[in-house]
């Protein structure tokens, strides 16, 4: 057994820190004050090639594995987590969904700017009465000479409506399984497709500097051309993009967690009460270690799923496993680096109030914590 | 064009720092960094190559462990790298330094050499003086910019007040400063890359050096102690309504800053 990173993976992992110490913190308070979404930093991360991380450079990525661009995320969600989930959004459900499933054409058309950063895209999948039971999506197409007409609503679509969005991919229904499941299937929604409207984005409690946004589809018509995999495949296909996001996320939220400690231990050694610092108080201190023992293990979790998945094994019970963990995991985090920092913990000029709200969300999003424990028992 | 970038690996700014009973720094692989001095003449180099085309090689003195150093200038966009690495160099000093890598480039040969202004680990800053004297090339110490055309160089040298224009024939060697630009970050193509690109490694032998020249024993340099800087800075707190607006504004008058 061996647990070295390979050289690649450790300079990935430096140099996402540097850029996120350098670049996103020092504007991380302002994007969460604002709501603004980073097209500053997005770009910068465009440049750099941090947008199409695990893809093959013949389809404009930088050929990195998918740990790689775990050790990426997690770095970069400790800068911010808005800028993380954008990152992870636009990569694991976005550009992903068309590396596995497109076509060679529609990996040239649609990945190959994806994948050098030069559009975010979106993928639509939760809808107003869809949510953890996704199955029972109510957006339907149907096709009539050659053409989808696609009619219903997806809500909170991150990514959905930058200025550098290129479109959406949403699963709809397109009739019934011989059992009687509804048949689900991948369509490509270009930005700027008569009758996708893409509503104002949501106030939100964290993740505030994302871009999340209610979709709806009045009579949009997209060509056969725009079918993402075969017709009632689409199920299979959002399974397998989420069981892989779900390892992403697990990254994210190890980078939110060492973030609260970062900021706990930074200001424990400097507040001073009864006379000496905080952390002097053995209190604080086991609080630290809990928060550096839970990092660790929800760190090596996702290592493992990550391997898991990069060597081909079945993933989804330890994907579950570390999403569930890790974001478990940064909420106790967040929760701790409020107390240790007292009522300056509940003051927005300090880090750790924003990493409390941010964190909430890292429970519900690609799947709740309970639809975790669900998948988790269905695989013992 | 050949330009060739001097880099150094030292321990990270931030490492706790800890001396040898030889009073030699404790270097430990996991603080080791490119000095960030150089990250400026890495960046310069590649700017330069970026507008005339040519050749980008990294040099570098030091353990065999610092090809992990040259790796991140070659993920920068550096073509290849050269390592001088032997046994027989440990403790050498700026002087001896200068002298192998003055041979090295000799070796390797060049049309600019680029420097950063010192390390972050002694400060020194006196190599790239000591190479150009070794090699009997001019220096362009200081630099904030630089033209280059293929014959000649111009930098604007640094100075107390303003800068002077300073010209050379190339080959030349020149030592930038901060203020030159800003070091990119590696792409992540280039971290791909870097794996696959060629670190060569030179030993004394392979650059014909005798080493009873270089290394400890030869150096005219010794440090016989090292303690702690503490600074103390200290600043002056005005409190309350007894006119501490109308002193702070005297501060600033006296200082000259309204
Ligand atoms: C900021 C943000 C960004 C998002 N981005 C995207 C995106 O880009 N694309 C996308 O498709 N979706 C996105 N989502 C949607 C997200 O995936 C869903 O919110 C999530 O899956 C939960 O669905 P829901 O909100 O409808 O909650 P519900 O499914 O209504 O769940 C409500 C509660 O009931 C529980 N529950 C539901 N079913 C069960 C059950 N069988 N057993 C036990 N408990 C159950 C849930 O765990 C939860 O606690 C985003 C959400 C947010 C908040």
Redesign the interface.
Known sequence: MDFSLS??QE??RD?CR??AEEEIKPRAEELDRTGAFPYYIVRKMA????L??PFP?EYGG???DFLSYCL?LEEIGRGDASVGITMEAHTSLGATPFYLFGTEEQKQQYLVPLARGEQLWAFGLTEPNAGSDSAGTETRAVKSNGVWHINGAKNFITNAGTDMTGGVTITAVTGRQSDGHKQITNFIVPQGTPGYLIGNPYHKMGWKASDTRPLSFEDCQVPDANRLGDEGDGFRQFMSILNAGRIAIAALSVGLAQACLDESLKYSRERQQFGRPIAAFQTIQFKLADMATEIELARNMYYKAAWLHMEGRPYTREASMAKLFASETAKRCADQAVQIHGGYGFMDEYPVSRFWRNVKVHEIGEGTSEVQRILIYKNL | MKIVMCVKETPSTTAEKRFGADMRLERRKEDAIINPFDEYSIEEGLRQQEKHGGETIVLSMGPATAT?TI??AL?MGADRGVLVSDPALAGSDAVATARVLAAALQKIGFDLVLFGSAAADAYGGIVPSAVAEFLGLPLLSFATKLDEDGTTAKIERQAEVGYNTVETQTPALVSVMKSINEPR????????Q??KKTIDTMSLADLGIESGTVGAGASGEKALSAEKITTQRKGEIYMGNDGAAERVVAFLVEQKVL
């Open positions: 050289d690649e300079m990935i140099m540097e850029f440049n750099l090639g941090l199409g991380l450079e930088a050929g990195a990426a | 992990d790796r991140k993920a970050y590696p792409s992540m193509k280039g971290i791909m870097s794996k």
